[in-house]
């Protein structure tokens, strides 16, 4: 009896310790600003008011609080993933854990697109509106995601929305000339990864595909890929999908970059006004965020020179971070590349483009899957 009183008491005391001791560990341990996994900044301790108490906002901040800065967060996080999945549990917060290593974000049925057609109609017609001697040419890319392209990884019974039905509605009804690089992408899913594994970019080689898209419609001979110089600066990088999966024991992805030995560039981030000789910044291949190396993270407006370039063209680029690993092949083309992130440039394309009567085609590019919810896209017009 004294002994299955011993254990009755050790099975109590044991929950309340461990609570006690991470309680303790909540108190006593630095806070984190940052979560790398996560890729977010966590919650700070609200302020306190009566107002916020009256209103239940204070209550709210502290519930996040406690639950971002929880002793070994990330260790429970996982666990909780890894129980999920030796569940059977093919869909975590919107992921779809899929064939051949695939985590493949599912696709929300847009709201946004008659307003989206809108913006950009508006901005066409006032591009083509300007006076210039030839002209302004102006191209729209929509770029499918793996949820389209790698259909045949997903999970049985995967509820689908279709892309590609509202890449063709906004194709007609903006009345800009379409690139629709879907058609190469099916075509080569087989040839490598055109997506990453724990990411929901598109890889070098997806990019390339795109491009080769582009030149085909703009009569351009794509550079062969051969020609250029490959580099493989991580094999460790773990995205956005990796973040809100939560599966942390997952392998990385390698990233890819290309260089042309041809090129001479010189390249402005006009917000900072820095240069450099390079597209990729490889101070990020030591950080969470790695897809950032490409064009040096986020800024409103780069200006790119290519010395060498086979024409003196201008094209003026309004894009989401999709097009960042497509800009390396695109400089041979042109002298001039001005890439805009509307999100962060608040003066608008269109005035820009009315003052530099050098610029000489204009390409939106945006991938489907966040579209419908990208800030940026207001500020085209």
Same mark, same amino acid.
């Given at each position: 009896?004294?002994?299955?009183?011993?254990?009755?008491?050790?099975?109590?005391?044991?929950?309340?310790? =461990?609570?006690?001791?991470?309680?303790?560990?909540?108190?006593?341990?630095?806070?984190?600003? *940052?979560?790398?996994?996560?890729? +977010?900044?966590?919650?700070? /301790?609200?302020?306190?008011?009566?107002?916020?108490?009256?209103?239940?906002?204070? =209550?709210?901040?502290?519930?996040?609080?406690?639950?971002? !800065?929880?002793?070994?967060?990330?260790?429970?996080?996982?666990?909780?993933?890894?129980?999920?999945?030796?569940?059977?549990?093919?869909?975590?917060?919107?992921?779809?854990?899929?064939?051949?290593?695939? %985590?493949?974000?599912?696709?929300?049925?847009?709201?946004?697109? $008659?307003?989206?057609?809108?913006?950009?109609?508006?901005?066409?017609?006032?591009?083509?509106?300007?006076? +210039?001697?030839?002209?302004?040419?102006?191209?729209?890319?929509?770029?499918?995601?793996?949820?389209?392209?790698?259909?045949?990884?997903?999970?049985?019974?995967?509820?689908?929305?279709?892309?590609?039905?509202?890449?063709?509605?906004?194709?007609?009804?903006?009345?800009?000339?379409?690139?629709?690089?879907?058609?190469? %992408?099916?075509?080569?899913?087989? $040839?490598?990864?055109?997506?990453?594994?724990?990411?929901h970019h598109w890889t070098t080689l997806g990019a390339y595909e795109?491009?080769?898209? /582009?030149?085909?419609?703009?009569? *351009?001979?794509?550079?062969?890929?051969?020609?250029?110089?490959?580099?493989?600066?991580?094999?460790?990088?773990?995205?956005?999908?990796?973040? #809100?999966?939560? $599966?942390?024991?997952?392998?990385?992805?390698?990233? &890819?970059?290309?260089?042309?030995?041809?090129? +001479?560039?010189?390249?402005?981030?006009? $917000?900072?006004?820095?240069?450099?000789?390079?597209?990729?910044?490889?101070?990020?291949?030591?950080?969470?965020?790695?897809?950032?190396?490409?064009?040096?993270?986020?800024?409103?407006?780069?200006?790119?020179?290519?010395?060498?370039?086979?024409?003196?063209?201008?094209? &003026? %680029?309004? #894009?989401?971070?999709?097009?960042?690993?497509?800009?390396? /092949? %695109?400089?041979? !083309?042109? #002298?001039?590349?001005?890439?805009?992130?509307? +999100?962060?440039?608040?003066?608008?394309?269109?005035a820009f483009i009315a003052e530099h009567e050098g610029v000489t085609?204009?390409? @939106?590019?945006?991938?489907?899957?966040?579209?419908?919810?990208? @800030?940026?896209?207001?500020?085209?017009?």
């Amino acid at each position: 009896m004294k002994t299955e009183g011993r254990i009755r008491m050790l099975t109590a005391c044991l929950p309340a310790g =461990m609570v006690l001791a991470l309680s303790v560990l909540f108190l006593i341990r630095d806070k984190q600003d *940052f979560s790398e996994n996560e890729n +977010r900044y966590l919650a700070e /301790f609200p302020e306190f008011g009566w107002r916020q108490v009256r209103e239940g906002t204070y =209550m709210d901040g502290l519930t996040d609080y406690v639950s971002d !800065h929880f002793p070994f967060r990330d260790f429970w996080i996982g666990m909780k993933t890894k129980a999920e999945l030796i569940s059977g549990k093919k869909e975590i917060n919107g992921i779809f854990i899929a064939e051949d290593g695939y %985590l493949i974000e599912a696709y929300e049925k847009p709201e946004n697109t $008659d307003r989206i057609a809108g913006i950009w109609k508006n901005f066409a017609e006032t591009v083509n509106g300007m006076e +210039r001697e030839n002209g302004i040419e102006m191209r729209l890319m929509l770029v499918p995601t793996a949820v389209t392209v790698y259909e045949e990884k997903l999970p049985a019974h995967a509820p689908l929305n279709d892309q590609m039905e509202t890449a063709e509605y906004l194709y007609a009804e903006t009345g800009i000339r379409p690139v629709d690089c879907s058609g190469l %992408l099916m075509e080569s899913r087989e $040839d490598g990864n055109l997506y990453y594994r724990t990411d929901h970019h598109w890889t070098t080689l997806g990019a390339y595909e795109g491009y080769r898209a /582009f030149c085909g419609e703009m009569g *351009f001979t794509p550079v062969p890929l051969e020609e250029m110089t490959a580099q493989t600066v991580t094999e460790d990088f773990r995205g956005t999908l990796y973040s #809100k999966a939560g $599966d942390y024991g997952r392998m990385g992805d390698e990233i &890819v970059i290309y260089t042309n030995p041809d090129d +001479r560039l010189q390249v402005e981030y006009r $917000d900072n006004g820095e240069v450099t000789d390079s597209l990729y910044n490889l101070e990020y291949v030591e950080k969470k965020d790695k897809y950032s190396l490409f064009l040096n993270n986020l800024h409103p407006l780069i200006e790119i020179t290519n010395e060498a370039a086979q024409t003196g063209r201008e094209l &003026v %680029l309004i #894009k989401d971070s999709y097009a960042n690993s497509m800009v390396p /092949f %695109l400089v041979h !083309h042109y #002298k001039k590349i001005y890439v805009f992130d509307t +999100r962060y440039y608040k003066d608008g394309p269109s005035a820009f483009i009315a003052e530099h009567e050098g610029v000489t085609e204009v390409l @939106l590019l945006y991938n489907m899957n966040t579209l419908d919810g990208d @800030l940026g896209v207001r500020g085209v017009y």
